[in-house]
């Protein structure tokens, strides 16, 4: 098997402002560890893959930011998206680009802002499901087994009893694709037992993907079809000309909750997406009170708090579940079970003007 990493290093990590901005996002900062996110998703993977086969894809400006990150990998491995369109147009260019170097190549598609705890599992699942995408017309992912009736993620319906095999893992036939639920679907979905979080990870062969895309997004194929044509000519003009086209779609709704031959694999490998600033809490070394912080803090009658604050003295006083994260010219005070409208604040600092906060 020829196995190609495709990183997407995209997107701005809103969810974790103030600290994650325009031109460092998320990915691109070390949370999780003294490295930086997309730093560890390449560390994780070189056991097993080579700095040859590893690919990003991201804008411009990202772009640059990787070749100061990730000084190992070929330049001509860093491919720049023209716009932000969504998942489904930059994992469409990234895997044409597979294509023409092999069309039987296993394209392993993976965010740049994951935590995975059990690095060794996580790449005897990666070689085993990329085995399992080897064999026949199939798209390969990672369900990740639920631990709470998360709202946050997606979810994937699989079947129990359609069980293929790659060596001694198993792979479960997809049955639908669920987007984010509400509370009590959620812990609905946790009762039935064949629901599963949606990691966001997908395996396909690079030709696989070329006829699912022709034959469950036939709206998308023509767009493939003139990607090919431009990275054989390398014509980045002809590229630019497709992005300013192509609908901006995600991956999941353009393809996956269409076509057929989804198989899941369990990903028991210890999975955070990081997806807000409450997960870190899991993340971050605790106080006997539950306090995860960065930075030096002294508490009194204070529990459960997340403190980012590195280059400064905290105190906190008589307060419970807060996030409270200060950087040089904004703070975010936020009730833990709020994090995920961080978002929000956002959108209204955006509508503000206010782009030096962004």
Same mark, same amino acid.
């Given at each position: 098997?020829?196995i190609?990493?495709?990183?997407m290093?995209?997107g701005f990590?809103?969810?974790?402002?103030?600290?994650?901005?325009?031109?460092?996002?998320?990915?691109?900062?070390?949370?999780v560890?003294?490295k930086?996110?997309?730093e560890?998703?390449?560390?994780r993977?070189l056991?097993?893959?080579?700095?040859?086969?590893?690919?990003?894809?991201?804008?411009?400006?990202?772009?640059?930011?990787i070749?100061?990150?990730?000084?190992?990998?070929?330049?001509?491995?860093?491919?720049?998206?023209?716009?932000?369109k969504?998942?489904?147009?930059?994992l469409?260019?990234?895997?044409?680009?597979?294509?023409?170097?092999?069309?039987? @190549? =296993?394209?392993v598609?993976?965010p %740049?802002?994951?935590?995975?705890?059990?690095?060794?599992r996580?790449?005897? *699942? &990666?070689? $085993?499901?990329?085995?399992?995408?080897?064999?026949?017309?199939?798209?390969?992912?990672? @369900? =990740?087994?639920?631990?709470?009736p %998360?709202?946050?993620?997606?979810?994937?319906e699989f079947?129990?009893?359609? *069980? &293929?095999? $790659?060596?001694?893992?198993s792979?479960y036939?997809?049955?639908?694709?669920?987007?984010k639920?509400?509370?009590?679907?959620?812990?609905?979905?946790?009762?039935?037992?064949?629901?599963?979080?949606n990691?966001?990870?997908?395996?396909?062969?690079?030709?696989?993907?070329a006829?699912?895309?022709?034959?469950?997004?036939?709206?998308?194929y023509p767009?493939?079809?003139?990607?090919?044509?431009?990275?054989r000519h390398?014509?980045f003009?002809?590229i630019k000309?497709?992005?300013?086209?192509?609908?901006?779609i995600?991956i999941d709704?353009?393809?996956?909750?269409?076509?057929?031959?989804?198989l899941?694999?369990?990903?028991?490998?210890?999975?955070?997406d990081?997806?807000?600033?409450?997960?870190?809490?899991?993340?971050w070394?605790?106080?006997?009170n539950?306090?995860?912080?960065r930075?030096?803090?002294?508490?009194?009658?204070a529990?459960?708090?997340?403190?980012?604050?590195?280059?400064?003295?905290?105190?906190?006083?008589g307060?419970?579940n807060?996030i409270?994260?200060?950087?040089?010219?904004?703070?975010?005070?936020?009730r833990?079970?709020?994090?995920?409208?961080?978002?929000?604040?956002?959108d209204?600092?955006?509508?503000?003007?206010?782009?030096?906060?962004?």
């Amino acid at each position: 098997m020829d196995i190609f990493i495709i990183i997407m290093a995209g997107g701005f990590g809103t969810r974790f402002w103030p600290l994650s901005r325009k031109k460092q996002p998320k990915q691109f900062l070390p949370i999780v560890s003294e490295k930086s996110m997309i730093e560890e998703t390449v560390l994780r993977l070189l056991p097993q893959i080579p700095h040859s086969h590893i690919f990003t894809i991201a804008n411009a400006e990202q772009s640059e930011i990787i070749k100061t990150l990730l000084k190992d990998l070929p330049e001509n491995n860093i491919i720049v998206e023209p716009q932000a369109k969504n998942t489904a147009p930059s994992l469409m260019l990234a895997s044409a680009k597979i294509y023409i170097q092999n069309p039987e @190549g =296993i394209c392993v598609a993976l965010p %740049a802002d994951h935590m995975i705890h059990d690095k060794k599992r996580f790449l005897q *699942l &990666l070689s $085993a499901g990329a085995k399992m995408a080897s064999q026949g017309e199939y798209i390969v992912t990672f @369900g =990740i087994p639920p631990t709470y009736p %998360a709202t946050g993620y997606g979810y994937i319906e699989f079947n129990r009893d359609s *069980l &293929l095999k $790659a060596g001694k893992e198993s792979f479960y036939q997809v049955k639908s694709f669920k987007e984010k639920p509400g509370a009590f679907q959620a812990k609905e979905l946790l009762k039935k037992g064949n629901y599963y979080w949606n990691s966001g990870m997908f395996l396909w062969k690079a030709g696989v993907f070329a006829n699912k895309i022709k034959n469950f997004a036939p709206d998308l194929y023509p767009y493939w079809n003139q990607m090919i044509k431009a990275l054989r000519h390398q014509d980045f003009e002809a590229i630019k000309n497709v992005f300013e086209r192509i609908p901006a779609i995600s991956i999941d709704y353009a393809l996956m909750e269409k076509t057929k031959g989804v198989l899941m694999g369990k990903g028991d490998f210890g999975w955070s997406d990081v997806g807000s600033w409450s997960s870190l809490a899991d993340l971050w070394p605790r106080d006997d009170n539950g306090n995860a912080q960065r930075g030096e803090c002294i508490t009194l009658n204070a529990k459960n708090n997340l403190v980012y604050n590195p280059n400064k003295l905290s105190t906190l006083i008589g307060v419970d579940n807060l996030i409270i994260v200060n950087t040089k010219n904004a703070l975010l005070i936020c009730r833990k079970d709020l994090d995920q409208k961080v978002k929000e604040v956002v959108d209204k600092i955006k509508k503000k003007g206010k782009e030096d906060h962004l």
